[in-house]
Structure formats: C-alpha cells, structure tokens
C-alpha cells in the first residue's frame, strides 16, 4: 500500500470513528474503485456502524462511503449534486469527451475527489458532484474548450438512467476472471493476466488478483484502461468440453 493509500484509509477509519462516538451519518468525498477496495479491505475492522456506498445512479464506478450509526434502520442519502452541462448554441457545439469535462472542472480549481461520474451525452453531460461546489461549478463553468456553455443543477431523485451494452459471446475453457475478461476486450489471455497481477482490475468494486477466480452471474468486472462489463453467465458447453459465456461491455 502507498504512503497516499495509507493516508487514505486512515482517514476513511477516522470518519468511521467519528459516526460511532457522535452518532450522527458522516460521508466520504468521492472513491474511485482501488480506493473503494482498500476500503473494503479493512471494513471488517470498523466500529459498530453501517455503511453503504453512493454514487448517485446505479452503476456509478465513483462513489461516495456512507457510514451511519448502528440501530438507524434507513440509509441516508449521500450529500450529492447532479449538474447538467450543455453548450449555449447547439449548432456551433464541439464533440467533447469525458476528458474535456474531466479537465475543465479541474481547471477550475475543484479537486478530483469532489466529483463523481461524467456521463457524457449527445446534448452535453450529466456530472455528478459534491453539494458543497455545485453553486461553484454552476457560476463559474462557461466554456468548455472552444464551446460555451451553460450549467444547471438537476434534481437527482428526477434522473434515470439506462446504460448501453454491447452484448458479447464467445467460448471459454471456464469462468475463470483471465479468460472472461479476454473475451470480453478481444485481448490475449496472458495480457489479461499482468493487469490482474498488477491489481488493475477489479470484481464488484474489489481488487482482485487471482486469474484463477471464478466469476459469478452478474458480477460486474472493470479493468482499468479497458472498460467494464457485466458477466451474465454461461449457455451451453461444447464438444470439447469449452463453454459459451455471455457479458455486456458498457459502451
């Protein structure tokens, strides 16, 4: 573990701490999914307190931890903000991308751990941030490269959301993560392995480094620098005893 992992968890133990001596909901900024690992590695050892995570929509990767003191019953919301991002004059838009978004928010001073996903649409994005700079985002965000545009906030209870797949089928010698995973990005197999290795991918929001584990139905697999999908399984098995799996790639 890094010196910035370490900092990290200590933090996330503090605030453990601090909902189960004052016994009132305390919520993390934003997670990215090693940082949710490292958390998940260590919850065993948490004071009597729940927790869950939010990241605004299903299947949001960033997510926020939220620790509530035991007995509460009911899962408090996390303190999160939607904004949606679209340019003044449609016509003279640019095509902009997750990183244009990514680096214009930056580029305004905000941390990254302030902000959760970008969904990146035809129209514009949906971001997904902290309360306290939405006001922020919302006054001072004009321009996003060439292209000026406006922010406004949007109520989260009001949003949904349908994620695209590609679905993608093929055969595998088993479940194991290194042959579904090469499947699922058309890489070879011993590629797949060194990502595992250098714990870059990651099962359910955890880190997993053992190619050998065997997926499960539904389990949601990302891999860093690659993309994510859902494993949905496998169908029937051939001949040679290889079976036909299925995933959904997000697209």
Known sequence: MTKEEQILLRHLKDLAFVCFQRE??????FLNLNEQSIFLSWREE????????DG???FAERKVVCFMPS????ECPAPLSLLRIFPVQKKF???????DYLGTLLGLGIERNKIGDILV???????FCLDGIASYIEEHLERVRHTSVRCEKQEIGTFSYEPRFKRIRGSVASARLDAVISLAFHESRSGMVGLIKGEKV?????????????LKEDDVVSVRGYG????????????????????????
């Open 24 to 29: 009132y909901p305390v919520y993390s900024d």
């Open 46 to 53: 948490m004071p009597a307190v729940s927790y869950h995570f």
């Open 56 to 58: 605004g929509y299903p």
């Open 71 to 74: 007995g509460v019953g009911y």
């Open 93 to 99: 838009a640019e095509e902009l991308s997750h990183r």
């Open 121 to 127: 649409q035809e129209d514009g994005a949906l971001v």
């Open 202 to 214: 990651f099962v359910n929001g955890k880190t997993l480094s053992s190619a050998s584990y065997i």
């Open 228 to 251: 994510k999908f859902i494993y949905r399984g496998v169908t029937n098995q051939t001949k040679k005893g290889r079976y036909f799996a299925e995933v959904d790639v997000f697209v």
